[in-house]
């Protein structure tokens, strides 16, 4: 199994406050979701990845987040199966210290 690149909060951070495009998909649970996730993710949860392939593209690079980064390298797993590239968010959103919405 190919390796899957990570990405640091804080390189994340630094990334959004530089004005980086970045397609970030959050991947939690609704409820999760309540209670914050960062203002430029979308929202699709893991059992809905599948069904929502159309929305990735494969020149483009996602990164995904959860809790705390077990679904979200479940997601790159699968994703980088199907050929697209990934990259998962380490210690997710318990490690996150930036803005939230």
């Known amino acids: 199994m190919e390796e899957i690149q990570t990405i640091t909060p ?33 929202h699709i949860r893991m059992g809905d990845i599948p069904a929502n392939l159309d929305y990735f593209d494969k020149d483009k690079e996602y990164i995904f987040i959860c809790r705390s980064s077990a679904r979200s390298g479940n997601v790159c797993h699968y994703l980088q199966e199907q050929g697209y590239k990934v990259r998962n968010m380490v210690g997710g959103m318990l490690n996150w210290t930036g803005e939230v919405k």
């Open 10 to 42: 804080e390189e994340l951070q630094k990334k959004l406050e530089a004005g980086e495009k970045l397609e970030l998909v959050d991947v939690r649970e609704d409820e999760e979701i309540a209670a914050g996730m960062i203002p430029e993710a979308k």
